[in-house]
C-alpha cells in the first residue's frame, strides 16, 4: 500500500541519502512533447537541503532537457528504489528550478556537495526541487541487484576540460543550448565555475 508523507526525514530521508542512483522526470507543457526520464548516480551527488527540498549536482552530458522542462514549467518527479534490503520505492513530485554558475546562490548550495570536486564533471547546474508531494509504495517487482562503485568514465572523460573548453563543447551539441522540442536549455556561453566553489587544477 502507497503511504504520502509530509516531510523528507526519519528512515524515508534515511532510505533516499543510502541509494547510489535515482531517476527524474520532467516534460515540456507541448502534449507531443518529448518525456524525459534520466538516471542520476555518482555518490556526494544529492543532497536533502531540508525537510521539503532536495537539490542534485547537474554534470556535463549529451543534452539539457530536465533544464529546458524547467525553465519552462517546472515540474519534476524524483524516484529511488531499493535494490537490496526491503523492498520500497519513493517519489518525491514538486517543482524544480536549475541554479547556475553565476546564481548568488551558488556557493551556498555547494556546501551541501562537500564530497564532490566541481572540477572533474563539467558541472553546469544544481537542480533544486521544492517538494509537493512525497510518496513510498511496495516496489516489490523491482529487482535485487548489488552496487559495485562508481564508475569513473564520466570523471575521466571531463576533468581535462577548461571553462572555456567545456563552453565550447557545449556550443557543439545539438540539444544543449535548446531542448529537442526547441526549448531554452542551458544559458551559453558557460559562466566560470565561482573561485570559492573550485579546486585547484
Known sequence: MGKSHERIDGRLRAFIEAQHI??????PLDGDGTINLSPKGLNGSFAVIDELTVAYLDFA????ETIAHLRENGRITLMWCAFDGPPNIVRV????????????????????????????????AIIVVAAESIRDTCGYAVPFMAYDADRP???SRFA?????????YF???????TSIDGLPGLPLPLPPLPRTATHDR
Do not use: Y
Not at 535515482?22 to 516534460?27: C, D, L
Open 160 to 168: 581535462r576540460e577548461t571553462d572555456e573548453s567545456l563552453d565550447a
Open 171 to 177: 556550443q557543439k551539441k545539438d540539444h544543449i543550448a
Open 22 to 27: 535515482f531517476f527524474t522526470a520532467t516534460a
Open 153 to 155: 568514465l564520466h570523471a
Open 61 to 64: 552530458g549529451s543534452n539539457a
Open 93 to 124: 513530485h514538486g517543482r524544480g528550478e536549475p541554479v547556475f554558475r553565476d546564481d548568488a546562490r551558488w556557493n551556498e548550495l555547494m556546501q551541501h556537495f562537500p564530497d564532490i570536486d566541481p572540477t572533474t564533471h563539467g558541472l553546469r
